[in-house]
DNA sequence: CCACTTACTTTTGGGGCGGAATAATTGTGG
DNA sequence: CCACAATTATTCCGCCCCAAAAGTAAGTGG
């Protein structure tokens, strides 16, 4: 039972290849690692055998659940000791700092939250480190701490620009490592809940699968090969000129018919805004569109197509085996489900292969929970070099 | 000098990721390679020598041109004998035979183009041996055949359905190989085409890579990671769903407003009679629209915007390194590329990565070369096994 | 002619993998 | 109750392939 707080660095290639995954795919017999990797059995002993004596992994005691009516010597299930390590996972808004400590396998143990008083970045790294602190007292074993903001960010560490918390090339990795003392990762926000959801979500094992959130503005992230593509315009704004229907609504955000106009959150209200003088939550709209008033039907009518349409321009070219929709939007599924589907299908080959969408609620601490994942990469797979090299 | 007609099989994995680059990219020298597959220089000798002694490599004298002005011992480039072995490529239509004669490299040696009478696949089969044996008296040292068909291709071998030949489930491979005694490969022709680009033409050595094609249909082919993304739909007619513009025409083919309403040939074609009584072929409409004729130059320019979008869509969703343009309708980038440039930047947001799109004019000859690299690669990789595996 | 640079070759040592033989552990069938 | 089959894991050995280091080759510049 070592407690190594440093990383899994000493592992060699093959090592570190088994502990991922277990890491993601959950407890798994070393036959079936072997299968997975292609290796040998005899090369998972050997890789498993220093795992297990680091106490990294551990012999599960096989719930009987998959016992089946097997015959022959049985599995003898490896996992990872998720809980042997805690994460801290941060999401900064405006006004709000939402906070997560997750295990290994990023499963939220704690939520704990904090308003944003103030946009100093010295002050902004003084209240994380005051959170981290106060999140160490329960959780003694963290390893490190993600950081998800919204806006341009280089080098999983400084805030080039980030436009609500109007910061320029804030430093933050190292102002909250010197108070904590942790290996700190910050990333834009987007890009962590893609690599959460490619590491521990709808995305685990898939070798193409793209991400799509609608709430206060479009994400969009792509994942190929199991890496995620970085793109130039990532950080500063997906969607504005996402041309869905040339004709569509005009709104202060976004050029005409886009998809910033057509669905995001603050859109939405604004076409409504507009056309009834009334400022409606997005709740609101979307039960009032159920019951059939017009103009908030109208509007989500709308939006509807634009989301079928984008999501078939997506299945078209990317062909990816899954899209995520995600996102504090993603209510309009429920809604108007039926015309996004029947916008997919309009848009879609009757012989191409059906597509496969998800859609996941996402709330703050999703996005906080993304921030951990990228913690737990930087320790699992070696301090964070080459993780987005091109 | 052994001539050995089997294949590359009996390489290792080493000696044959050596072999291919040398083949994709040119001569270099042994550092080069080294550094470009990241092995070290003594690696390279150990691969290097087996390739040398069997002839399949040799060391070119040094064409002084990269001289430079470096000093240290020159370097000795190795390069493929690509005249050492001749790929025999068919692109079958409706009433011709297309056929080329290429090298190891690709290059076309030969065309031989004979009109096909029958759609009798025997007959047919009949006729691809007739053009082999004749081009095998000049080029004895055929090692393989590629043959590209618009429709459904199963297994590289088996024509499942092709509806400009009345062809069902056709073992077009096996009875080629019958009569030649050759290698026969089969292939849908947007599918070789796209292979052939990845590996000699355009998308040569890059990581992601799309190719558009427009001509009697659409085509479109994704490359990531070195391999083309297979495609349900790829054999049976892209485009007819892309809706582009809801308010474009309606022609025969394809949805109104769709990328095949909007940019085949045919269907601009049918656009022009269907307003004006009069027929045109494609290169007259492209003509005239040039001169400012009105109902031409709405046609195009309704053509060169929908072709932007696509571009566009491409752009922002997939990501690529390059997109490709290529078919026999590409002049239309001649009359209206700046049309399709302007749509593709109002499509993109302003500091997205700038998009890098190549054109390429294509006629019959080069969808039959794109057959031939499918024998080639058949011969470079081992007998095609695991080549579309997913 | 000698230092210096770069390219290639040879040799050596070691890591890691596959494969065969063995042990462990259970179910099956007489 | 005991072989026997089936399956998983372990041990051991040999091979392949690679990196590192040291040596050789071939040129440039003072």
């Known amino acids: 039972m070592t407690t190594r707080t440093a990383s899994w660095l000493p592992l060699s290639p093959g ?19 072997a299968r ?16 297990l004596e680091s106490g990294l992994l551990v012999e599960v005691p096989e719930g009987a659940p998959l016992a089946e009516v097997r015959q022959g010597r049985p599995s003898q299930p490896l996992d990872i000791v998720a809980e042997s390590r805690s994460f801290v996972g941060f999401k900064i808004t405006e ?25 100093d970045p010295h002050r902004v790294a003084d209240q994380l480190g005051e959170m981290t602190a106060e999140l160490a007292r329960a959780y003694p074993g963290l390893a490190g701490i993600g950081i998800g903001v919204g806006g341009l960010v280089q080098d999983r ?48 094992g898939l070798d193409r699968f793209a991400v799509l959130t609608i709430g206060a503005g479009i994400g969009y992230g792509l994942v190929l090969g199991g890496k995620r ?74 939006a509807a197509r634009a989301l079928g349409a984008l999501v078939a321009q ?13 996102g504090e939007g993603v209510g309009l599924m429920d809604v108007a489900g039926e015309v996004v589907w029947e916008t997919i299908h309009a848009h879609r080959h009757p012989l ?14 999703d996005w906080a929970r993304g921030a951990a994942v990228l913690a737990i990469q930087v320790l699992v797979l070696g301090n964070g070099a080459g993780v987005n090299a091109e």
């Open 15 to 33: 090592e570190r290849a088994v502990a991922l995954e277990v890491l993601v795919h959950g407890p798994l017999s070393r036959s079936e690692i």
């Open 36 to 51: 997975r990797l292609s290796l040998s059995a005899g090369s998972l002993t050997r890789l498993t055998k220093p795992l």
């Open 95 to 119: 006004d709000m700092v939402y906070g997560v400590v997750t295990t290994l396998r990023s499963e939220i143990v704690t939520r704990y939250d904090r308003p944003l008083a103030t946009h």
């Open 157 to 204: 560490a400084v805030v080039g620009e980030s436009a609500f918390l109007s910061w320029r090339d804030v430093r933050l990795a190292e102002l909250v490592e010197e108070r904590t003392g942790l290996p700190v990762v910050v990333e834009n926000d987007v890009s962590a809940l893609v690599e959460a959801e490619t590491w521990f979500g709808a995305g685990r």
């Open 229 to 302: 593509v970085p793109c130039a315009e990532e950080d500063r704004g997906f969607g504005r000129h996402w041309i869905v229907n040339p004709n569509g609504p005009l709104t202060p955000d976004g050029a005409r018919g886009s998809a910033v106009s057509l669905l995001t959150i603050p859109s939405i209200r604004y076409q409504i805004r507009a056309a009834t003088g009334r400022d409606m939550t997005y709740e609101e709209i979307l039960a009032r569109s159920a019951e059939g008033e017009p103009m908030p039907a109208r509007v989500i009518d709308e």
């Open 314 to 326: 997506i299945s078209n070219f990317v062909i990816p085996q899954k899209i995520l929709l995600a």
């Open 352 to 365: 191409a292969d059906p597509v496969h969408l998800e859609t996941k609620v996402s709330d703050f601490h």
